[in-house]
């Protein structure tokens, strides 16, 4: 069965600081991966998307970008976080198979201060 | 541009009540549409889906039908649990499959009461 993993669970960072978040799926192989932002009292934002490796889709102008350096690796990085990065980040992967269902890992909750 | 909109709440209902999310969107061609759960703390978790119009999705007692005519996809239950309460998301994606992921609404925030 396929599995996808994210960590660190919880990050609490300082202002200008780097980042590093990390997400793997296993069990399947080119999946299309996928990073969310949930914003406190907001709704799930689409960050960056890949179909393959070393393709990176942007969704939204920001202070993050991704990388997919394997098939099952998906990475969020920031050079210098800002207090507006605060938030739960969530990784997704599903197949391109039409309708199927997209499964989240369960998250990282990252604090700027 | 594709959009999901549904009820933001809190909407809060005691035990065995009937729940209903509204939820409806905006998308050209033929989306899949999807419910999300999220409980506290958590990531999201698919609750049910739908790929065609007349479609009904259904899981752990939740039901929403794909409407095509209305462009909804309306949540419900017809007796809440407690261990119901957490965030629901409507979701759609394009038919063409869904590499540009998935659009959400905003989430309802439902709490159940014993």
């Known amino acids: 069965s396929q599995t996808i993993h994210q960590w660190p669970a919880t990050l609490v960072q300082p202002v200008g600081s780097p980042l590093s978040l990390e997400c793997t799926v296993e069990g399947t192989s080119n999946p299309n991966l996928y990073w969310y932002r949930q914003a406190a009292g907001r709704g799930l934002q689409l960050l960056f998307y890949s179909v393959g490796i070393g393709q990176i889709s942007s969704e939204v102008p920001q202070n993050l970008s991704a990388s997919r350096p394997q098939d099952r690796q998906f990475i969020l990085s920031s050079k210098k976080l800002l207090l507006s990065d605060s938030g739960f980040y969530l990784c997704?992967?599903?197949?391109?198979?039409?309708?199927?269902?997209?499964?989240f890992g369960s998250g990282t909750r990252l604090t700027v201060v | 541009g594709n959009s999901v909109t549904q009820m933001e709440g809190p909407v809060t209902l005691s035990e065995e009540a009937f729940l209903t999310i509204n939820c409806t969107y905006t998308a050209t061609g033929y989306p899949s549409l999807f419910w999300y759960v999220q409980y506290p703390g958590e990531g999201l978790q698919l609750l049910l889906k739908?790929?065609?119009?007349?479609d009904k999705g259904s899981n752990k007692g939740f039901e929403a039908t794909y409407r095509k005519e209305t462009t909804s996809f309306h949540l419900e239950k017809g007796s809440v649990q407690v261990s119901d309460s957490a965030v629901y998301f409507c979701a759609l994606s394009h038919s063409g499959g869904g590499a540009d992921g998935l659009t959400f609404g905003k989430g309802t925030h439902l709490i159940i009461q014993p």
């Open positions: 739908a790929t065609k119009a007349d």
């Open positions: 997704a992967w599903t197949w391109t198979a039409t309708g199927y269902g997209y499964t």
